[in-house]
């Protein structure tokens, strides 16, 4: 993955873009592409959507792990370390006795 960043950051230094990649903008930005991506969605259900636009939601699903990689870097955050951590509560709140076939959300599960 450290490669793949430091691509991306090369890219980006050629261009002299790094000014504007700040924490807040690169959040920013993360969420236009995540919406522009939820576009690809809008008034399909997933398998229309899927054969009438995977080019597309390719494209946009790269430009949002883009910026979240360009955002790990600005805050100096180990991504891999970062999901392996939010993996491990995962399995906390979402034990498989608890939430196997389930879409509930662990707040729900003793309802």
Do not use: C
Request: glycine letters at 2%; a negative charge.
């Amino acid at each position: 993955m450290e490669d793949l960043i430091q691509e991306i950051i090369k890219f980006r230094n050629e261009r002299g873009w790094k000014q504007f990649h700040n924490p807040k903008d690169l959040v920013i930005s993360l969420s236009i592409e995540a919406s522009e991506l939820l576009e690809n969605f809008q008034w399909k259900n997933s398998q229309e959507a899927v054969e009438k636009n995977l080019y597309n939601i390719k494209d946009e699903l790269a430009d949002v792990i883009i910026y979240a990689l360009l955002l790990s870097n600005e805050l100096d955050i180990d991504l891999e370390q970062a999901i392996k951590e939010k993996l491990k509560k995962n399995k906390e709140k979402y034990p498989i006795e608890k939430a196997f076939g389930t879409n509930k959300k662990y707040t729900e599960f003793n309802r």
